[in-house]
């Protein structure tokens, strides 16, 4: 703790024109509209101050948590008081390469990237126009939709890794993407800074129309009215987590004000004063009985935010206030430096 104020002091007077929130709700930054409050929440303006951020958290043998949109998001209701959060909410950087591909910061979201696609008749981004995170997150989860994935379109990721604080430039190939998942969930101590987008020439209203198209089957299908975090379990494999939790007789089962969705069995919604304890035990509750009456297993694909809280086992990686126990030099051998900060 002591390191942490130290270290929030030291940021201050680095970047003193930076907004820095202390013992901020997460609840206002999350979709789910859950959280208690995090010791700091610093918003750079620039990847520049990112590196700053984490240069001074290094220093304190401390790891920021890294905020997109909190999307993808499980607050805990107690707050997050050992914590500094960096929202990459400014950055915001989204042009053309000279070569025709789409470069974008982390902090984009993917319908602004979708639509600026569209609008320079690229093609290739169409299904993540609804996803409401950004590119950082994006690329994090691999997020997909109707068929397509992030990772389809991604040529390569910058990101600062925490341990050396360089910054790599990774290939697709190299940020290992998966079923919702990627080289940064599986390695915690990567920031993503931004990425860039390889795609194909198409034509504007075809586009328009596809996109427009999948977010009507996305507002038919999904309970888009209530907080929520997306999809709470991944798709288990040759199977649906919603049909499974449907067959099991939990559409609309509810602890307080969590539920499961009586639009879609896949979505957890905020019903209204949902705590994440609600949410948890939801969640424990349908994975125990899917797997007790089906024999399924559901990962949960929301990330939980809560050292005691043990669904993470089996699923994502929570965050480490430290920084990461990788070996430095792995991301030396596996990318190319750019910069030193
Ligand atoms: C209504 C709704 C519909 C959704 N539909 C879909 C869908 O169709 N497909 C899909 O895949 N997902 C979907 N999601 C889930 C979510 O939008 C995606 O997972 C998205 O990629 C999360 O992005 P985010 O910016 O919100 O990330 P956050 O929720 O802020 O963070 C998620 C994880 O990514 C990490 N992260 C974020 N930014 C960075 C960064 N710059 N560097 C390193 N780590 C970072 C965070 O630390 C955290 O671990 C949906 C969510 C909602 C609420």
């Given at each position: ?26 609840a206002s930054h999350s ?49 997050l008081e050992e914590l ?258």
């Open positions: 703790m002591e390191q942490l104020e130290q270290a929030i002091q030291e940021i201050r007077q680095a970047l003193p024109g930076m907004t820095l929130l202390e013992h901020e709700a997460l979709s789910f509209r859950i959280g208690g409050p995090v010791r700091a929440l610093a918003i750079p303006s620039d990847v520049t101050s990112v590196a700053k951020i984490c240069r001074i958290m290094k220093d304190h043998e401390l790891a920021p948590f890294i905020l997109g949109n909190g999307t993808n998001l499980l607050f805990p209701d107690e707050g500094l959060i960096i929202s990459t909410e400014k950055l915001q950087k989204l042009f053309l390469l000279p070569d025709g591909s789409v470069y974008a910061e982390a902090g984009v979201s993917l319908s602004k990237l979708a639509s600026f696609a569209q609008q320079n008749g690229l093609k290739g981004l169409e299904f993540a126009s609804g996803i409401p995170g950004t590119v950082g997150g994006g690329c994090f989860i691999n997020a997909g939709a109707y068929g397509g994935e992030l990772k389809d379109a991604i040529e390569s990721v910058v990101c600062l890794y925490l341990p050396d604080q360089a910054m790599y430039e990774l290939t697709k190939d190299e940020c290992a993407f998966g079923y919702r998942r990627s080289y940064f969930s599986t390695h915690p101590g990567c920031v993503i800074l931004s990425a860039v987008f390889r795609l194909e020439p198409g034509d504007k209203d075809e586009i328009a129309g596809k996109m427009r198209e999948l977010n009507e089957k996305r507002r038919a299908k999904q309970p888009l009215d209530l907080p929520s975090a997306g999809s709470a379990f991944k798709r288990p494999e040759g199977n649906f987590a919603g049909a499974l939790i449907e067959q099991c007789g939990l559409k609309g089962y509810s602890v307080g004000g969590a539920q499961v969705s009586e639009k879609h069995a896949g979505f957890v919604v905020n019903t209204g004063g949902a705590t994440s304890h609600d949410v948890y035990d939801l969640m424990m509750h349908v994975r125990n009985t899917v797997y007790k009456e089906t024999g399924v297993f559901l990962e949960p694909e929301i990330i939980i935010l809560a050292p005691d809280y043990k669904l993470e086992d089996h699923g994502p990686k929570i965050p480490r206030n430290r920084v990461s126990v990788n070996d430095p030099n792995e991301m030396e051998e596996k990318g190319r430096v750019k910069r030193e900060e």
